[in-house]
């Protein structure tokens, strides 16, 4: 089977370490990505992650994993466990300017059906999220509840 990779890169208006906290801060996760967070953020720390919908509820989902790479404001990476198999997600995050860019590659991915169709709804939901992340660092904005009806920390 070949791999491939969703590759994103988004430059955000606050400092390395406010980017890395929103990665992985179980509270400011909440805020932006996850409807609820459990994450022990170093090499070997464990995560849970948890997304709820308002009415759709067929896809709340929990994904966990275990931390593979920790360096603070610099880089995050774990294994992004799913039913057809195993993915890695892999942030690294530099200074640009006064803020900071952050390059996602989620990689592993497989080429058939199934896999094509979840590898098309991972790079969309990143897409967003990156945005939404980028939203609540440079302005507190949070568009999950609006957009995309998941239940946040404000409807929960």
Known sequence: ?????????????????????????????SRWWTTSAESDPRT???????WEFEEQTER????EGVYADVTPDEHIRYDWPMPLGNTVVDF?????????????????????????QAYEMHAGGWQFFLGNLKSYLERGEDRRGSE???KTAASV
């Open 1 to 29: 089977m070949a791999e491939r990779t969703i590759a994103q890169t988004i430059e955000i208006e606050a400092s390395p370490s406010a980017v890395f906290r929103a990665l992985t801060d179980a509270d400011e996760l």
């Open 60 to 63: 709340n989902h929990t994904r």
């Open 92 to 116: 690294r995050l530099g200074a640009a300017g006064d803020g900071t860019s952050l390059t996602l590659e989620h990689e592993d991915w497989g080429t058939d059906g199934d896999w094509d």
């Open 148 to 150: 995309m009806g998941m």
């Open 44 to 50: 070997g720390g464990s995560f849970s992650y948890t």
